[in-house]
């Protein structure tokens, strides 16, 4: 909740898991024993840039037994002498104030655990293990599909083949009947061999013309 014009945490409701808060560039003077209340689990908590003038009015965190890091930068009360030295005497609980601890060492950039950032490293890879086994399906699909078209692909080349073999099969049983037919042609007695011939090629036999010529 940063630079939203906050007075007051009073209407803060009951965050029992909570563990950073924000209240940072508001107009908070005081009221903090709300937190103790109703964020008993704080570890976190950045109140700079806020009204805060006076030491006593920190004293509601020391019920905060986790608050292991606050912030007061911009704040009133960080202009009082002394200042860091009692603010680490109210609050032992305190590991790190504006950033640094009591030996003026600075805390680190973040704290993943605070943050979150662990629960968001396990969702992302969550949502990697899935896509993975997206990936993999759908490979499985792809191999399917390419083995389908394989068969297919010989089904029909069988197909092919059946009907050559077929086709064979009937042009050699035509020439078969034909040699057939010019064996049985082969077997007849030479006049009605050429009677047939003539027959076939629509001509009339000569003795017949002899005979038509008598008449």
């Known amino acids: 909740m940063i630079n939203i014009n906050l007075l007051s945490v009073s209407n803060l409701p009951k965050l029992s898991k909570l563990r950073k808060l924000e209240l940072s560039d508001n107009r908070i003077s005081g009221g903090l024993e709300v937190l103790a209340e109703r964020t ?4 976190h908590l950045n109140l700079s840039g806020n009204k805060i003038k006076d030491i006593n009015t920190l004293e509601p965190l020391k019920k ?8 007061l930068f911009n704040c ?25 601890d009591a030996d003026d060492q600075e805390a680190p950039d973040s704290d993943p655990e605070a943050d979150g950032d662990g629960l968001e490293d396990e969702y992302e890879n969550g949502e990697e293990g899935e896509e993975e086994d997206d990936d993999e399906e759908e490979d499985d ?3 399917e599909v390419i083995d389908d078209e394989e068969d297919e692909d010989d089904d ?3 197909e092919e083949e059946e009907d050559g073999v ?18 049985a042609d082969d077997d007849l007695p030479r006049g009605e061999k050429r009677k047939r011939n003539i027959e076939d090629e629509g001509e009339e036999d000569p003795e017949d013309e002899e005979d038509d010529e008598d008449d």
Do not use: A, K, W
């Not at 905060?64 to 912030?71: K, R, Y």
């Not at 086709?167 to 035509?174: A, T």
């Open 166 to 183: 077929d086709d064979e099969e009937e042009d050699e049983e035509e020439d078969g009947e034909d040699d057939e037919e010019d064996e």
């Open 40 to 43: 008993p689990n704080l570890t």
């Open 141 to 143: 699909l792809d191999e």
């Open 76 to 100: 009133e009360v960080t202009m009082l002498i002394n200042y860091r030295e009692s603010v680490f005497t109210l609050l032992p609980q305190l590991t790190y104030l504006d950033g640094f």
């Open 64 to 71: 905060l037994p986790n608050l292991h890091s606050l912030d």
């Open 156 to 158: 029909l080349e069988g």
